[in-house]
């Protein structure tokens, strides 16, 4: 029996071993790669198909998303009602997200109805028709959603900053003006459907109890399909970045909210600072006990909550620092990033902090793989950034063994004000 007059021994998170179950992989038919983690408690699965059709591959603005958005909403055989009717029939989730470089279909089901839904998942990807009364109706829809989010400082910040960084006709930084709605047509639209979907260039990654003809299924219904047959063209976008520094832009003359954004360029992934920035990133703004929220919300009173945080892009990234706060304040909260960037330069983190800061992290990282789709999820991440395992574990042990002598180095090669964009929006 244990001594309940005697505390349990704590153990900091960083001494916890942390490994990342391997997939199961298998091909189909036509070469398309199927990853899976078999794993869960509950008789339920998550599917999903990932093309290489996201805006990265458009010819213009909007097309990858309204294609993506309306492969649901039609085929030769049933309307979006009959699909939706069906899908919920089971009991299952069915949803379309379209990306920068990516774009997905993704299934939520019980094990046992998924042989019943995957011949619906494979009618909208081989004769999804896209009903021009459908697209009339997602127009109209989002320009009116696009109308009120323009009021919204923190929209117009959100989208301006991109197109500071990248430049407003980069994937990452361009974006949707209510004349772009109007320009769309349905022959457009399936022009991009039939060549990224139908002939395009997919990854299936899966999770959850898989039933277990669950490789016959997905060969039968998705194994004759013309998929990964054709090179996928090399697409490139200059990156034009804005050399204006400071921007300050009235789009609410009685607001009395500013977003604020602080942004600069950075490496993606397979940079070897990438890991390690992490870790500053966690000190500076990157936990609701960090330097900047200790500061801004606690001490000073603002804003309700700011961050900073690394965009995470194939192609090219970003390390963003964003808030509101009240209008009169908002010089001062942006004088008071600068400052914290400034202490991080000059002095070394002290270990409390430090080893609090690795606990969090060691300690989000487990929460992260707690159950069979956040480690798919993973997986994902790493197969579509061209990385394998190793960057995981690499991560983990920069978390681990990252001095504050090599944060501070860090800080003062990325933290510097003259490389970063100001941009405030009131």
Known sequence: MPDRKVSPPIKDAIDYHISLKKPEIFKLDNGVTVYNIHA????????????????????????????NFLLKNGTTKHNAYEINEYVDFYGAYLNRTCYNETASITLHCLSHHLEQLLPMVREILTDAVLPDQELQIFKQNMKQKLSVNLRK????????????????????????????????????????????????HCIVFSAGILPDNYAVLMNQYFGDLPLNTRL?????????????????????????????????????????????????????????????????????????????????????????????????VAAATVNEVYHEMQQLREKPVDQEELLLVKNYLIGTLLGDLDGPFQIIGRWKNLILND?????????????????AKELQELANQYLQPDQFHELVVV
């Open 153 to 200: 400082c923190d929209f117009v910040a959100g989208r301006k900053i991109d197109a500071l960084l990248f430049g407003e006709k980069h994937p990452y930084g361009i974006y949707s003006e209510l004349a772009d709605y109007d320009a769309l047509n349905r022959e457009e639209l399936l022009e991009h459907y039939h060549h990224y979907y139908r002939n395009g």
């Open 40 to 67: 869960g408690t509950e008789r339920v699965v998550q599917l999903e198909w990932v093309f290489k059709a996201g805006n990265w591959y458009e010819k213009k603005n909007n097309v990858a998303a309204a294609a």
């Open 232 to 328: 996928l063209e090399e697409v490139e976008h200059d990156i034009v970045k804005d050399p204006q520094q400071k921007w300050n832009i009235l789009n609410d003359p009685d607001g009395v909210q500013a977003a604020i954004r602080i942004a600069r360029p950075f490496p993606t992934r397979k940079h070897p600072d990438f890991p390690k920035v992490q870790v500053l990133n966690a000190v500076f703004g990157g936990f609701f006990g960090s330097r900047l929220m200790t500061n801004i919300r606690e001490d000073k009173g603002y804003t309700y909550g700011i961050y900073s945080f690394l965009v995470n892009h194939i192609h090219a990234g970003a390390w963003m620092i964003s808030t509101e706060a009240g209008r009169d």
């Open 387 to 403: 990385l394998d395992d190793s960057f995981f574990y690499h991560s983990v042990d920069t978390i681990k063994t990252i001095g």
